[in-house]
T-cell receptor
Framework: GEDVEQSLFLSVREGDSSVINCTYT??????LYWYKQEPGAGLQLLTY?????DMKQDQRLTVLLNKKDKHLSLRIADTQTGDSAIYFC???????????FGSGTRLSIRP | EAGVTQFPSHSVIEKGQTVTLRCDPI?????LYWYRRVMGKEIKFLLH????????ESGMPNNRFLAERTGGTYSTLKVQPAELEDSGVYFC?????????????FGPGTRLTVL
């Protein structure tokens, strides 16, 4: 079945690293995504990784994929106040298929 | 270039009434998707249009929901009659569907409150 799970809340101190974790159940997914939703805005694609990759780095963002354990994580280095948002883990199967989302992790930043 | 737009941004209606949500995708995007997030839970897929055709409507909850995309441009999602459990945020997304990674561009959502 299709199920994506992630913790609901994460609080980190400004300047620290944030690590948001996600587990999924469907091993046939081709793409794993991280979307960001800021207050009052739509969902913004932050990054994605192909299911045959282990890691992807993009500036302050590092995505790690453990396909054996069906575990995906997003690390944000040097977390800033502007990183406050809800982060959604998601999976997809083809270039135009539906996306299966988790419940979202609300990241809050402490001064 | 304009992004995905949705109208209205917020709608408050009473149980039993009808509401129509509208989505304007990015110009040239053949793929249009509807999703919704209920009560802070996961964002759930509703359906997928390719141009004016329904490619996948497996996520539509019941026959009170009707989606159309006449002419393959904008889309409407009608809820008739609305029930309390329909409250949530309805997102629309569009994509070209040809690029790697299937980047779906999302609108800001319509927050629907059914009283």
């Amino acid at each position: 079945g299709e199920d994506v799970e992630q913790s609901l809340f994460l609080s980190v101190r400004e300047g620290d690293s944030s690590v948001i974790n996600c587990t999924y159940t469907d091993s046939s997914s081709t793409y794993l995504y991280w979307y960001k939703q800021e207050p009052g805005a739509g969902l913004q694609l932050l990054t994605y990784i192909f299911s045959n990759m282990d890691m992807k780095q993009d500036q302050r963002l590092t995505v790690l994929l453990n396909k054996k354990d069906k575990h995906l994580s997003l690390r944000i280095a040097d977390t800033q106040t502007g990183d406050s948002a809800i982060y959604f883990c998601a999976e997809g199967y083809s270039s135009a298929s539906k996306i299966i989302f988790g419940s979202g992790t609300r990241l809050s930043i402490r001064p | 270039e304009a992004g995905v737009t949705q109208f209205p941004s917020h709608s408050v209606i009473e149980k039993g009434q009808t509401v129509t949500l509208r989505c304007d995708p990015i110009s040239g995007h053949d793929n249009l998707y509807w999703y919704r997030r209920v009560m802070g839970k996961e964002i759930k897929f509703l359906l997928h249009f390719v141009k004016e055709s329904k490619q996948d409507e497996s996520g539509m909850p019941n026959n009170r929901f009707l989606a159309e995309r006449t002419g393959g441009t904008y889309s409407t999602l009608k809820v008739q009659p609305a029930e309390l459990e329909d409250s949530g945020v309805y997102f629309c997304a569009s994509s070209q569907g040809t690029s790697l990674g299937n980047e779906q561009f999302f609108g800001p959502g319509t927050r629907l409150t059914v009283l």
